[in-house]
């Protein structure tokens, strides 16, 4: 089992759509959890933490399960600029070693 | 704002070859790490540092060497390329949380 793992997708949702995803992990000891986003040939950016309390950002939110060991992205309202590679990111224990999930894809049309 | 730099931004070598990926922070960051990015494998961790003299291996590390003289310079070497790092690297910086990454624009290595 792979120790970060995402549906590849692609997603095509309509503009407006409200969109998904999710990440499992499997170290239930992970510390520390977040999303990116990577357009086409171009660098990961962060998009944001992903807190227990869950968190929001615009149209944006996040949320953790500890007890199922995993996080999830909402994109709500979705818009054409919104279409990327969605990444989840897990810290394991120790914290250095960062992994990266494969990614979700996502196209939002018109 | 530089943020993160890498050089050079895409390199052809010949299989046996060597050289050296050049990466620079302007952020004084203490953690930096390089990451190696291949079809539906997502980024995969090859090296990361947490200060100066400090560096330690992550998952792919077999081929490459880094050193980590001062805080701003990382530098990712291959020793003797092989078609199988034929890949797009990316390196990383943070100041607090690993995991909060600053990447740079990535450099794009074809091994022949």
């Known amino acids: 089992r792979k120790e970060v793992e995402q549906d590849p997708g692609p997603f095509n949702v309509p503009e407006g759509a409200t969109v998904a995803f999710n990440c499992t992990y499997s170290?239930?000891?992970?510390?520390?959890f977040f999303w990116y986003r990577q357009d086409c040939r171009k660098e990961p950016k962060l998009l944001m933490s992903?807190?227990?309390s869950g968190n929001e950002d615009g149209r944006f939110t996040a949320q953790l399960n500890r007890a199922s060991q995993y996080i999830s992205l909402l994109i709500r309202d979705s818009k054409l600029s919104d279409s990327a590679t969605y990444l989840c990111?897990?810290?394991?224990?120790?914290?250095?070693?960062?992994?990266f999930g494969a990614g979700t894809r996502l196209f939002v049309k018109a | 704002n530089a943020g993160v730099t890498q050089t050079p931004k895409f390199q052809v070598l010949k299989t046996g070859q060597s050289m050296t990926l050049q990466c620079a922070q302007d952020?004084?960051?203490?953690?930096m790490s390089w990451y190696r990015q291949d079809p539906g494998m997502g980024l995969r961790l090859i090296h990361y540092s947490v200060g100066a003299g400090i560096t330690d291996q992550g998952e792919v590390p077999n081929g490459y060497n880094v050193s980590r003289s001062t805080t701003e310079d990382f530098p990712l070497r291959l020793l003797s390329a092989a078609p199988s790092q034929t890949s797009v690297y990316f390196c990383?910086?943070?100041?607090?949380?690993?995991?909060?990454?600053?990447f740079g624009e990535g450099s794009r290595l074809t091994v022949l």
């Open positions: 170290n239930s000891a992970s510390q520390s």
């Open positions: 952020m004084n960051h203490e953690y």
């Open positions: 992903v807190y227990s």
């Open positions: 990111v897990v810290n394991p224990p120790g914290g250095f070693k960062t992994i």
């Open positions: 990383a910086s943070s100041y607090g949380d690993p995991g909060e990454l600053f």
